[in-house]
């Protein structure tokens, strides 16, 4: 993996802070996040996503997130559903997922 870019964002005077880094692998783009993925993060992944052609070609790495909220379930359910591929999901999170959709 070859890392090409990386985003700090902090939101609330560092109260809420995530990080997006960005790394090639083959024809994927993978985003790797972590920390608390909250709606400031959503709108830098939506600037992000807009660089890309293919969402097929886009893979969310969720391993080091440490909280999630409501919007951002909604956000990764779309994001399968223009098939961006979740990799390292924990367990609660695709759980929420799940019950989302029914």
């Known amino acids: ?9 902090a939101h609330m ?7 997006i880094e960005t790394v090639a692998r ?5 985003f790797v996040l972590s920390g608390r993925i ?3 993060a959503i709108a830098e ?6 660089l890309q052609t293919d969402y097929r070609d886009m893979v969310l790495d969720l391993k080091d997130v440490s909280l999630v ?8 359910m ?9 990799e390292s999901c924990a367990s609660y999170i695709r759980e929420w997922i799940e019950r989302e959709k029914d």
């Open 1 to 9: 993996m070859q890392s090409s870019r990386g985003c700090d964002v």
């Open 13 to 19: 005077a560092g109260s809420m802070t995530f990080r």
């Open 26 to 30: 083959g024809r994927f783009t993978v």
């Open 38 to 40: 909250e709606i400031p």
């Open 45 to 50: 992944l939506r600037r992000l996503f807009e």
């Open 69 to 76: 909220d409501r919007d951002v379930i909604g956000f990764l």
């Open 78 to 86: 779309r994001c399968e559903a223009d098939g961006v591929n979740l």
